[in-house]
C-alpha cells in the first residue's frame, strides 16, 4: 500500500499509528519509484490539529501515494492552533502561487452565519479559489467552503435555518453511474453540522452542476460539477465519533437553545453510546475521488496541467 506522506513530527501521526493507519514521512517516500499525487489542504478550522487528522485518515485509505501541503490564510490569524504548530507545517497563498498541485481540499470554517463578502479572508479565499479554478485540477470542498465556492463560482446564495442541522443523516444516491459514489449503498448516512443551507432551487436550475446524494431532510450532500472537477460537499464526512457530541456539549455550555444531535445517540439519549453509521462512506467517497476525479486523471507529469 502506498500511504499518505506527512512531514515528520506531525501531531496526527501519533494518532494514526495507533489506529494501525499506514503513513510515511518523506524520507522514506523518496525511495519508493513513483510520483505521489500532490494534494493542497487548505484547512479553515479553527482546531486545525484535529481536522488534519481527521482528513489524513480518510486519504489513507487507498492505495495511492499522496503527498501533503498544508496552507492557512494569511489574512487571518489563527486563534485555536498553536503558532508553532502553523509555521512548522503551514504555507500561505503567495508561497505555494508558482506550484502545481493534483488537487485541493478545502475545509469547513465557522464563519457561516456572516455575509460571504463580511468574512474577514474573503478577499483572499476568492483569489484562491479562481487561481485554483486554473491551476488546480480536482477540488473538494466541505460544509462552508462547499457553500461559499458554490457563491463564488456559479452564484448559488445561502440563507439561515431556523434551526441549527446537527447529526446524522440519511441519504439517497441520485445518480447511480457516478463514480464517486461506486460501491455506495443506495442510501447512506453522513454526519451535518451547520446553520445554513444552500439555496435548492437555483442548484436546480444550474445547468453546470448536479446533485449526486441528497437528503429529505439535510438536503442536497454531494453536489458535482458537470465536468467532475469540482465537488461540494455539505456535510462533514470526516468527522470522528465524538465530534457531534463535543459540539453539542459546547453549545449547552455556553446557554444555547440547541437540539439533540438528529440520529446519533442511542434512542437519542445524550447519555447513551454513539451511534458510528458514517465511516464506510466516508472512507469509500474518498478513496472514489483520490482514484477516479485526481489519480486517473492528472498527467504523471505535474507541469503538463
Known amino acids: 500500500m502506498s500511504p ?47 481536522t488534519e487528522t481527521q482528513i489524513l485518515r480518510l486519504l489513507s485509505n487507498n492505495l495511492i501515494q499522496i503527498e501533503l501541503t498544508f496552507m492557512q490564510m494569511a489574512s ?18 503567495n508561497e505555494i502561487y508558482n506550484k502545481r498541485f493534483d488537487a485541493m481540499i478545502v475545509t469547513g470554517a465557522p464563519v457561516e452565519l456572516m455575509e460571504f463578502e ?37 452564484g448559488i446564495h445561502k440563507r439561515t435555518l431556523n434551526q441549527k442541522l446537527s447529526g446524522i443523516y440519511n441519504h439517497k444516491v441520485i445518480n447511480k453511474t457516478a463514480k464517486i459514489t461506486r460501491g455506495f449503498d443506495d442510501y447512506f448516512d453522513a454526519p451535518h453540522s451547520r446553520n445554513t443551507e444552500i439555496v435548492l432551487e ?10 449526486i446524494a441528497n437528503s429529505e431532510i439535510a438536503g442536497p450532500h454531494i453536489i458535482a460539477s458537470k465536468d467532475r472537477r469540482k465537488l461540494f460537499i455539505t456535510g462533514h464526512p470526516e468527522y470522528d465519533k465524538e465530534t457531534l457530541s463535543l459540539e453539542y456539549l459546547r ?55
Open 4 to 50: 499518505v506522506v506527512i512531514p515528520e513530527h506531525l501531531p496526527a501521526t501519533e494518532q494514526l499509528n495507533k489506529e494501525n493507519i499506514f503513513v510515511m514521512n518523506k524520507r522514506r517516500a523518496t525511495t519508493q519509484d513513483i510520483r505521489p499525487l500532490q494534494i493542497l489542504i487548505l484547512n479553515l478550522m479553527p482546531t486545525k490539529i484535529v
Open 76 to 93: 487571518y490569524e489563527s486563534k485555536n492552533t498553536p503558532k508553532s504548530h502553523l509555521d512548522s507545517f503551514y504555507t500561505t497563498f
Open 118 to 154: 463580511d468574512v474577514d479572508y474573503w478577499r483572499e479565499f476568492t483569489e484562491i479559489l479562481d487561481w485554483a479554478h486554473e491551476k488546480i485540477y480536482s477540488c473538494m470542498f466541505v460544509c462552508w467552503s462547499a457553500q461559499a465556492a458554490l457563491y463564488h463560482y456559479h
Open 202 to 211: 437555483e442548484l436546480i436550475e444550474n445547468d453546470s452542476l448536479e446533485i
Open 251 to 305: 453549545d449547552i455550555n455556553k446557554g444555547l437553545n440547541i437540539e439533540v444531535p438528529h440520529s446519533y445517540f442511542e434512542d437519542d439519549d445524550p447519555k447513551n453510546d454513539i451511534k458510528v453509521t458514517w465511516r464506510s462512506h466516508a472512507n469509500l467517497l474518498y478513496a472514489n475521488w483520490i482514484n477516479y476525479y485526481v489519480y486517473q486523471e492528472t498527467d504523471f507529469d505535474l507541469n503538463k496541467k
